[in-house]
Every structure is written in C-alpha cells, then in structure tokens.
C-alpha cells in the first residue's frame, strides 16, 4: 500500500522521457568529445611538489 503515488510519478518521468523531442546539438557533442580536455599543464611549485613527493612517488621499503 502508499505505492501508487510513486508509480505513477515513475510512470509520468518515464512517459516523458521516451515521448519528449530531443533537439541535441550533435555538432557540439562531438567538438566536445573529441577534442583536448581544455586543462593546460601549469608549472608546478617547488615547495607544493616536495610537500606531496611521497604520495607522487612512494617510498619503496
């Protein structure tokens, strides 16, 4: 019992989801995926890169 109200909630996402138009800009979606990442390799500081030097490469004992 209580259900009904969550199934037809699910019900009305669903129907929505497979009868709604999709205008997707494929041109960019694929400018996106194919292209760099956008993040450029910034210098790194001396003091930050001896800080974190044993997670970067770790001790072998």
């Known amino acids: 019992m209580g259900r ?4 037809a909630k699910q019900t009305k ?3 929505d989801l497979k009868y709604r ?5 494929f041109g960019a979606l ?3 995926l194919h ?6 390799d910034e210098p790194v500081d001396p003091e930050v890169l001896e800080k974190w030097a044993d ?3 770790p001790s072998r004992d």
């Open 4 to 7: 009904g109200r969550a199934k």
């Open 30 to 32: 694929a400018s996106e």
């Open 35 to 40: 292209s760099d990442s956008g993040v450029k």
């Open 13 to 15: 996402v669903a129907r």
């Open 55 to 57: 997670v970067i490469e």
């Open 21 to 25: 138009t999709h205008e997707t800009d």
